[in-house]
């Protein structure tokens, strides 16, 4: 069975200073990793995602996540954050089970950034 | 710029009663999930669809909930009868094939009174 774990349930930041959200994943094949994010009142919208190639993504609002395969993370990263960017953020993993990619998600991290 | 929609965006009910949430996904896309968010649980995946077909609803109460593709733009969620414990906000999200970016509406509030 595939996991995903958020070891974190808030992170706060500074403004203008680095942030990082974490993820961790458990699977039995090739993951496809993905990071939305969650404004409140809103749906979740889609930040980048990792296939192959790369392990460097990068993605909307300058956000950035490294594939680490053998730590098995998918950390978020922001060189420099802004007040706006305080918001719950998922990570989520899918793999190839029963003929089929089933999505599962991290319980979800708020990112508090303080002006 | 294409969205999903989700219907009704706030629904109030009382126990018992039946409820009906609709989702138009977006055009193009063969493949439509529910979620369901608490505070306590998180984001639960209740049931997701590829083609219209059921793919997989193991992560809905069978006994009350039920998820049906009528035709490639609609796609509803039921629950009936409804109960207190119901009460979440209720997310579709639509793409292009299971492992794809998936694209969510969004929500509908639901309180069981």
């Known amino acids: 069975a595939q996991s995903v774990a958020q070891p974190e349930d808030q992170v706060n930041v500074a403004e203008g200073n680095p942030l990082t959200v974490k993820c961790t994943y458990s699977v039995s094949g090739n993951p496809y990793l993905f990071w939305y994010v969650q404004y409140p009142n809103r749906g979740l919208q889609f930040l980048l995602k990792?296939?192959?190639?790369?392990?460097l993504v990068k993605g909307s609002y300058g956000f950035e996540a490294e594939f680490n395969k053998s730590q098995t993370s998918f950390h978020l990263k922001k060189p420099s954050a802004l007040v706006s960017d305080s918001a719950l953020y998922f990570c989520a993993v899918s793999s190839l089970a029963r003929g089929s990619y089933i999505p599962t998600f991290g319980r979800g991290t708020s990112l508090i950034v303080h002006p | 710029d294409a969205r999903v929609t989700q219907t009704p965006r706030h629904k109030v009910t009382e126990m018992g009663q039946e409820v009906t949430m609709r989702c138009q996904p977006i055009?193009?896309?063969?493949?439509v999930f529910w979620y369901r968010q608490t505070m306590m649980q998180g984001l639960e995946l209740l049931a997701y669809f590829r083609n219209r077909a059921p793919l997989d609803d193991s992560g809905m109460p069978k006994d009350r909930f039920s998820a049906e593709m009528p035709d490639a733009t609609l796609a509803t969620l039921k629950i009936q009868p409804s109960e207190p414990r119901d009460s979440a906000v209720y997310f579709c999200?639509?793409?292009?094939?299971?492992?794809?970016?998936?694209?969510f509406g969004p929500g509908t509030r639901l309180l069981v009174l």
């Open positions: 055009l193009g896309h063969n493949t």
């Open positions: 990792y296939i192959t190639g790369d392990n």
């Open positions: 999200a639509s793409g292009l094939d299971t492992q794809e970016t998936q694209y």
